[in-house]
């Protein structure tokens, strides 16, 4: 069985993820910046994707996030991965 | 005052870096989706492999701190001894001559310390002054130096070793899966060593220490270190490191050269902390060095990962045991820990 999560559902998720491992209090939208927004260094834009990785159990590109700036970079990003996750165990 | 000899020890049982990725992987896989991720980030620290204090299989059974402390304790003894006797045998300097010692770490503790365990297992003499120093965490191999080269300036005649044993191995969280800690578990190895000093009344071989500097770097604190949690040492680790590098490190190294009547020109050994890939790189820039200057410190971070306080005493002993510079020749201990801080010292061959 597949379950397929609509864009919304994917930016709550990452909004969940920002405020559990990076101590974010606010809300995101697609047209927010990551780095501005969560004060992205290469460390915590690496536990990030980790922490994404696992939340939505997906494997993202390596090096993709080198060409996530918003956060509807991310949300397509992950819906990609979940695309091709699911294409691979079809 | 000069360093006389340096000499290292490793605890033998080393580990190339996919062993050691294959003894994590089943760690990992309780939390992490991508493991692969986290093997490609234990491949990127460009470490080959690693000395740890314990067979790895031994690690399983360090389930307090206490029981890693313990392990810290012996294992310190063990390869401090053999670090210290080492760098006393190329000194040419008996056991008895020895006047002071100085003992840094950052990665155990022990009341009575280890210098004192060391002289009931050694016979150093019981004249020694003792001066264990725990905290300054990487940039203790150079501060310890430079705190070695202040106290000689007092007693011209006297002898002191600097002994420095870390065993970053025995601070692993392995129930800590954090981003940091997982770095922190690719990078860092175990080791010692020491380095043999002698004040300006003393013949001696090896290079002068003609000055030292310190810097500290305001409201910095989290730039590195460790927070104590019941299960023992938990990384504190920015992304900062090499920032600070880039920021800091050619001002600060300028003006004390400067005041030296130097530039970095005059540089002829960079004796580098290898502190990680990133960092080494942005030094590499910061100080506008070529491509080889800084090869002794990428080669002793590939060969047994980072040491902490003890590598930069490695670099200089690969130095000092190669092709030493020639005589009249400057070279440049570095290194940065956690306050955020750094130590400097000019040395002349």
């Known amino acids: 069985m597949t379950f397929r999560l609509d864009d919304a559902q994917i930016l709550a998720g990452i909004a969940d993820v920002a405020r559990r491992e990076l101590s974010f209090a606010g809300e995101l939208e697609r047209e927010t910046s990551l780095v501005d927004a969560l004060k992205l260094d290469s460390l915590r834009l690496l536990t990030l994707v980790v922490e994404l990785e696992n939340h939505f159990r997906v494997a993202l590109e390596e090096g993709s996030e080198t060409g996530i700036s918003t956060v509807g970079d991310l949300v397509d990003a992950i819906r990609s991965g979940l695309e091709s996750d699911s294409s691979n165990t079809q | ?349």
């Open chain 2, 1 to 349: 005052m000069k360093v006389s000899a340096l000499g290292s020890a490793l605890p033998p049982h080393h580990y190339d870096q996919e062993r050691l990725i294959q003894a994590l992987r089943a760690a990992w896989a309780t939390r992490h989706y991508n493991i692969d991720r986290l093997e490609q980030l234990h491949r990127n620290v460009l470490v080959g492999g690693r000395h740890l204090a314990l067979p790895i299989e031994e690690y399983e059974e360090l389930t307090t701190w206490g029981k890693a402390n313990d392990a810290w304790i012996r294992v310190a003894q063990d390869v401090g001894e053999s670090a210290v006797r080492r760098a006393l045998d190329r000194a040419g300097i008996g056991v008895d001559e020895v006047d002071a010692m100085i003992f840094v770490t950052v990665t155990g503790v022990a009341t009575p310390s280890i210098e004192a365990r060391l002289m009931n297992r050694m016979g150093l003499p019981s004249r020694m002054k003792r001066m264990p120093i725990f905290g300054l965490g990487c940039v203790a191999g150079t501060a310890g130096i430079a705190r070695a080269a202040d106290y000689l300036r007092g007693h011209p005649r006297d002898v002191v070793v600097l002994l420095s044993v870390e065993l970053c191995s025995l601070t692993l969280q392995r129930n800590d899966l954090s981003v940091p800690n997982l770095i922190a578990s690719g990078l860092f190895g175990d080791g010692a060593a020491a380095a043999v000093l002698v004040g300006s009344e003393r013949s001696a071989t090896g290079p002068r220490i003609v000055a030292s500097r310190s810097v500290f770097y305001p409201d910095s604190e989290r730039v590195m270190g460790w927070d104590i949690s019941e299960r023992g040492f938990k990384i504190v680790l920015s992304a900062d490191v090499p920032e600070v590098v880039k920021r800091h490190l050619r001002r600060d190294v300028d003006a004390f050269l400067g005041d030296e009547g130097l530039t970095r020109r005059d540089i002829a050994a960079w004796i580098s902390h290898p502190g990680g890939s990133r960092v080494l790189e942005a030094m590499q820039e910061a100080l506008e060095l070529d491509a080889t200057a800084l090869e002794p410190s990428w080669r002793t971070l590939w060969e047994v990962g980072n040491l902490s306080s003890t590598s930069v005493l490695m670099v200089l002993e690969s130095i000092m045991t190669g092709q030493t510079p020639s005589p009249g020749s400057y070279g440049l201990m570095v290194a940065m820990g956690p306050g955020f801080c750094s130590e400097l010292v000019l040395l002349r061959w």
